[in-house]
T-cell receptor, first 111, second 111 residues
Framework: DAGITQSPRHKVTETGTPVTLRCHQT?????MYWYRQDPGHGLRLIHY???????DKGEVSDGYSVSRSKTEDFLLTLESATSSQTSVYFC??????????FGPGTRLTVT | AQSVAQPEDQVNVAEGNPLTVKCTYS??????LFWYVQYPNRGLQFLLK??????LVKGSYGFEAEFNKSQTSFHLKKPSALVSDSALYFC?????????FGTGTRLQVFP
C-alpha cells in the first residue's frame, strides 16, 4: 500500500449513474494500472497508463474509461454503471524490476 | 500471449508442515514471474520474483519459489506453515508493460 491511496474506499451507486474512482501516488512512478478483482477470475486488467495522457486498454476495458492528466493521479470512470461492474477495484504502480505495488482497493456496489 | 495457471483453488495444510502452492506458465521468450499474497480486505503484497539467475528464489515471510523451465512451473513453497500464512496467493507473469495474474489459490493453514 505504500505511497498509493484510493478514493473512495467504498461506494454504492445505482445502475446507469457515472462513477469515478481515484488513484493517487506520491512516488512519481511512470506506470499506473487499474484492476478489478472478482471471485474465480483473480485480477483482471482494465486499463493502464505509461505516462501523462498515455493510456492503453487491458483485457476488460469495455464500459470503463481512464484519464491521467498528471503523474500522481489516475482516474477510472464507469460511464454508466451496471450490476456486472460490482467488484473490488485495485490501483497499482510499477517500481523496481517490474513488480507492482497495490493500493488498498475500492469496493463498488452497483444496485 | 503470456499466461499463468493456478490449478488449485484451495490448499489445506497443517501448521508446521511444508506447503506448496502451484503455478505453471506459458510464455514466449524468457519469463518474468511473480508471487503475491492478499490478506482479507487488503491489497496484494509482493512476495518474490524470478527474472534470471538461481532457480530458487527467496522472498518475504520465509517463502521461496522454485523456477523449473522444463516443467514450465514456478511453485511457491515454505518449509513450515504458520496459521498466519492463511491468505489468497496469486502467481503472475510479465507481459509488455503489465502483469497477467492467475486466478488465485486460497491457502488455509490449520492449527
Amino acid at each position: 500500500d505504500a505511497g498509493i491511496t484510493q478514493s473512495p474506499r467504498h461506494k454504492v451507486t445505482e445502475t446507469g449513474t457515472p462513477v469515478t474512482l481515484r488513484c493517487h501516488q506520491t512516488e512519481n512512478h511512470r506506470y499506473m494500472y487499474w484492476y478489478r478483482q472478482d471471485p474465480g477470475h483473480g485480477l483482471r486488467l482494465i486499463h493502464y497508463s505509461y505516462g501523462v495522457k498515455d493510456t492503453d486498454k487491458g483485457e476488460v476495458s469495455d464500459g470503463y474509461s481512464v484519464s491521467r492528466s498528471k503523474t500522481e493521479d489516475f482516474l477510472l470512470t464507469l460511464e454508466s454503471a451496471t450490476s456486472s461492474q460490482t467488484s473490488v477495484y485495485f490501483c497499482a504502480t510499477t517500481r523496481g524490476s517490474y513488480e507492482q505495488y497495490f493500493g488498498p482497493g475500492t469496493r463498488l456496489t452497483v444496485t | 500471449a503470456q499466461s499463468v495457471a493456478q490449478p488449485e483453488d484451495q490448499v489445506n495444510v497443517a501448521e508446521g508442515n511444508p506447503l506448496t502452492v502451484k503455478c505453471t506458465y506459458s510464455v514466449s521468450g524468457n519469463p518474468y514471474l511473480f508471487w503475491y499474497v492478499q490478506y482479507p480486505n487488503r491489497g496484494l503484497q509482493f512476495l518474490l520474483k524470478y527474472i534470471t539467475g538461481d532457480n530458487l528464489v527467496k522472498g518475504s515471510y520465509g517463502f521461496e519459489a522454485e523456477f523449473n523451465k522444463s516443467q514450465t512451473s514456478f511453485h511457491l513453497k515454505k518449509p513450515s506453515a504458520l496459521v498466519s500464512d492463511s491468505a489468497l496467493y496469486f502467481c503472475a507473469v510479465r507481459d509488455t508493460g503489465k502483469l497477467i495474474f492467475g486466478t488465485g489459490t486460497r491457502l488455509q493453514v490449520f492449527p
